[in-house]
């Protein structure tokens, strides 16, 4: 089980738009460190649910990555210019 919120606003956009959301996960970028980057939000199905759990978080269904670290993360909504988005809050790149 995942440590996954979702916020008021973000869950409200959610489940106006009626569809499940995923995290996609990025590639590790390794040099002298490994960084990974913050997953992003998208909206329907992986194109790889075996690599997924499904959940049911705040009543919405989230196809969460079996490599999200177990840190506690929040999905929020982002405005600019009117444009609306799914963010993950509280990623650290390390």
Known sequence: MSMLTIT???L???KSRGKPVYLQMFQ???CCIDVTESPTVNFGQPHNPENYDLENIQGVIVYVPHELPEIPLTID???FLGFKKLVI???RLA
């Open 28 to 30: 590790t970028i390794s």
């Open 8 to 10: 008021d606003q973000a």
């Open 77 to 79: 909504l982002s405005s």
């Open 12 to 14: 409200e956009y959610i």
């Open 89 to 91: 809050e509280g990623w």
